[in-house]
């Protein structure tokens, strides 16, 4: 895919940071789009051109790619749920979207966000434009194994997680002897993980999938050392993750700081 100049749409997290990184040495132009209270404040000065927007404005998207002559643009970083059911004001153009779609599921009301500008020929692009180095390849990454057990959990909770993901619920569950301990919502994984770890004690597994038919363009699951080291301090056996539709932060200090804590981490 050749692309000179493209639209990103900054959450909070890392993966902006990486995907300016890896922009520059592709020489690729790109235009800011900040989300007040998720995005990075440091990622303005990285770029030299930049929009304060509002999810719930999509005329305002529309109207700035159409100035800076966007017809790519890519979604990265998150975006707390939490933030998306307070004081929701929405312009005319993105009450159409709300309008037609049949529920108001997260992935449904974006699918229908990205259906309406592609009308105005600006197409939302693959998360992994750029980034396919950072995500999940299959089997254990980590020289640390899971044991018998471990894995019957973690074939366990894939099943448990593929069925909430599938209801837009949440990406992540916590296993112990093939016992749903915690189920994530809206509070995220890293807490679902310590609310979990709570009930569980010692020896966990974590599993974290993809919905099912993941569309590629947006919420992608994401794992990161700060995620690697609330399993340490929890006494987990490892996390089992989604090959090929998994972002790993830091990717060779997440393995190597799993690998110091005998943490496993296994893409299924």
């Known amino acids: 895919m050749k692309i000179k100049r493209i639209g990103l749409i900054a959450g909070g997290g890392e993966l902006p940071f990486l995907f300016l990184k890896k922009a520059r040495e ?3 132009d790109v235009v800011l789009f900040s989300i007040h209270g998720e995005t990075d404040n440091r990622l303005h000065k990285l770029v030299e051109k930049k929009y ?4 719930t404005a999509l005329s305002d998207i ?3 790619c159409k100035k800076e002559k966007i017809k790519k643009i890519i ?3 998150y975006v707390r749920h939490s933030n998306l059911i307070k004081n929701i004001k929405f312009d005319l153009r993105t ?3 709300l309008l037609r779609v049949k529920d108001k599921r997260a992935s449904s009301i974006l699918k229908s966000a990205i259906k309406e500008l592609k009308t105005e020929g600006i197409d939302v692009i693959d998360s992994r434009f750029l980034l396919s180095d950072i995500i999940s390849g299959t089997g254990f990454l ?3 194994k899971a044991i018998k057990k471990h894995l019957e959990d973690i074939f366990f909770g894939y099943k448990i997680a593929k069925k909430i993901a599938a209801a837009d619920i949440g990406q992540t569950v916590v296993i112990k002897n093939k016992v749903v301990i915690s189920v994530e919502a809206i509070e995220g994984t890293d807490e679902c993980i310590k609310r979990g770890a709570k009930l569980a004690g010692a020896g966990f597994v974590v599993v974290k999938v993809a919905r099912p038919n993941q569309d590629m363009r947006f919420d992608i699951p994401v794992i990161g050392i700060k995620t690697i080291k609330i399993l340490k ?3 987990a056996a490892g996390i089992a993750i989604e090959a090929g539709k998994t972002f790993l932060l830091d990717k060779e ?6 690998n110091k804590n005998k943490i496993f981490i296994y893409g299924m």
């Open 26 to 28: 592709k020489n690729i």
């Open 62 to 64: 529309i109207k700035s």
């Open 75 to 77: 979604l990265l970083g």
């Open 95 to 97: 009450l159409k979207v």
């Open 52 to 55: 304060d927007i509002k999810l």
């Open 142 to 144: 980590t020289k640390t």
């Open 233 to 235: 301090k929890y006494n």
């Open 253 to 258: 200090k997440l393995l190597r700081i799993a």
